[in-house]
């Protein structure tokens, strides 16, 4: 169901990236905060590019790490970098197998209008796959400036954003060098969005449809 949880016990989520670290770096926290909060939850995380290569081991010790106590299902695709709409198919088959594998709760993909072309494109795969299920759009600061005005927000504490923030740096050493990756960044959105929903720290998410659960529908005709 595309339903805003009202504190139910949840089974299963997906999470998506098109590289390894876009899910860490865009909902790691929020990934803590759900394991945490629902032990043995199942996550069937789906990667494109990056197998066969030192970020798969990257990413699996990453999300291992980030989803605490939970049944982690991980698959990395070998799409090359910044080449996912030529790859559209192979991209479509691996999200439509992940959706034949799982009915989560709910889902963490890129945001449909990320300005990076292999995050835009995997988001679009995602809200079809995925039509009837709740789909969160995280975000990723990048050079190209696209961060917009999120309307969902996941509050974290500030023991979990420092934690984030320790796990990225210790999971991704290949990703140190480059001048976005630091802890001022990660920690300075972050602070942002927690003032934009009244807290010290959050992640935050767009949402392209949503069904509210204000009480009880009435039934046709009625």
């Not at 590019?49 to 030192?54: A, D, I, M, V, Y």
């Not at 696209?146 to 420092?162: K, M, N």
Request: one cysteine or more.
């Amino acid at each position: 169901m595309i339903r805003l949880g009202s504190g139910s016990r949840m089974e299963r989520i997906v999470a998506v990236g098109a590289h390894c670290d876009d899910i860490a770096i865009g909902a790691g926290g929020t990934l803590l905060t759900l394991c945490r909060a629902h032990p043995g939850i199942r996550v069937d995380a789906l990667v494109l590019s990056g197998g066969g290569s030192e970020r798969e081991q990257e990413e699996r010790a990453a999300l291992e790490a980030f989803c605490p106590g939970a049944e982690l299902r991980l698959n990395i695709l070998k799409l090359p970098d910044g080449r996912m709409p030529a790859h559209w198919e192979e991209a479509k088959a691996a999200v439509e197998e992940l959706r034949e594998q799982t009915d989560p709760e709910l889902v963490l993909a890129p945001r449909t209008d990320d300005a990076h072309q292999d995050h835009r494109g995997l988001a679009q795969l995602m809200t079809t796959a995925f039509r009837d299920h709740l789909v969160l759009g995280y975000e990723i600061a990048k050079w190209d400036g696209d961060l917009g005005r999120p309307v969902a927000y996941q509050p974290l504490t500030a023991l979990t954003a420092e934690e984030k923030v320790r796990l990225l740096h210790e999971h991704y050493p290949s990703q140190l060098h480059r001048s976005w990756f630091d802890r001022e960044a990660f920690l300075g959105l972050a602070r942002i969005r927690g003032i934009e929903c009244h807290t010290r720290y959050a992640e935050a998410f767009a949402v392209t449809k949503l069904t509210l659960d204000l009480g009880a529908a009435s039934t046709l005709g009625d």
